[in-house]
C-alpha cells in the first residue's frame, strides 16, 4: 500500500463563502437521501452517511436537523441529480454533478459557464467512459493497523487503499470501491466502530490529463465559475 492517486486539488471556493456553500450542498444531500430512504438515519444508510459528511465540514447538528424536518415535509422541494458531460479547454474531461428542481434552468447555467471558457458541453455518453464511479471513504489514519484494516475490508469490496492528505495537507487513508460494494464497505466499517470522516461516491478518472501550469489555470478557472452555481454539487475533471 503506497500513496493513493488523486486528481489535483484546486483552491475550491476560494472567491466565494464555501461554508455557506458546503451547507447548501450537505442541506440537498439530506434532501434527496430523505426523499428516498427516510428521515430516521438508523434505518436510512444514505442518510448516516450525509450526516458524517455533514459534521465533516462542522455543519452545525441543528442545520442537519432542520434540514432533515425541511426534507420531510410536504412541501420539500424535489431535487434530481443530473449529471452533464463536458470538455474543458485543452482536452481536459469534465462531469458536472448537479442536483436540480429546474433541469432548463440548471443546463443553460452549465453550458453557458463552460462555452464562455473555451470549452463545450458534450452529449451523453461524450466524456463518462473516461471516469469510473466509486464508494471513497477518508478515514483519520491515527491508531489505525492499515495492514490488519486492508485485509478486512478486501472480504467487503475494498478495491484500493492509501495515503493521502486533506484540504489543510492533514493525513488521511482513503479506502476505494466499487459503487455497488458502497453500502457492504460502509456496514464493514461501521462495525470497527470507524467513522469515517467523508464518505461519498466519486467519479475517478481512468487517464489523466496533465498540462503546462498556465494551461491547468484556464481549466481550474472554469471549474471554479462551475463550483459557484447554486445547483452544482461537484464537478470530477481529469486533470492531474
Known sequence: ???IFEVRKHAMFARW??????????????NMAVKSGGADPGSNPSLRRVIQNARAVNMPKDKVDAAIKRASGRDATNYNEVIYEAYAPHGVAL???????NPTRTVAHVRSIIS?????????????????KMGVFR????GINQDDLELDMIDHGLEE????????????????????????????????????????????C??????????????LELI?????????????????
Open 1 to 3: 500500500m503506497g500513496r
Open 139 to 142: 478515514l483519520d489514519p491515527a
Open 17 to 30: 463563502n464555501r461554508m455557506a456553500k458546503q451547507f447548501a450542498r450537505i442541506a440537498k444531500d439530506i
Open 161 to 204: 487503499m492509501g495515503e493521502s492528505v486533506g484540504e489543510k495537507n492533514e493525513p488521511q487513508l482513503v479506502l476505494r470501491c466499487k459503487f455497488e460494494n458502497f453500502g457492504r464497505l460502509q456496514e464493514a466499517l461501521e462495525a470497527r466502530k470507524l467513522s469515517p470522516l467523508s464518505a461519498e461516491h466519486e467519479y475517478i
Open 95 to 101: 462531469l458536472v454533478e448537479t442536483a436540480t428542481d
Open 116 to 132: 464562455k471558457q473555451g470549452g463545450n458541453l458534450g452529449a451523453s455518453g461524450s466524456v463518462a467512459f473516461q471516469f469510473q
Open 224 to 240: 471554479d465559475q462551475l463550483e459557484q452555481d447554486d445547483d452544482v454539487q461537484r464537478v470530477f475533471h481529469t486533470l492531474v
Open 206 to 219: 481512468n487517464t489523466p490529463t496533465e498540462l503546462p501550469e498556465a494551461q491547468a489555470n484556464e481549466v
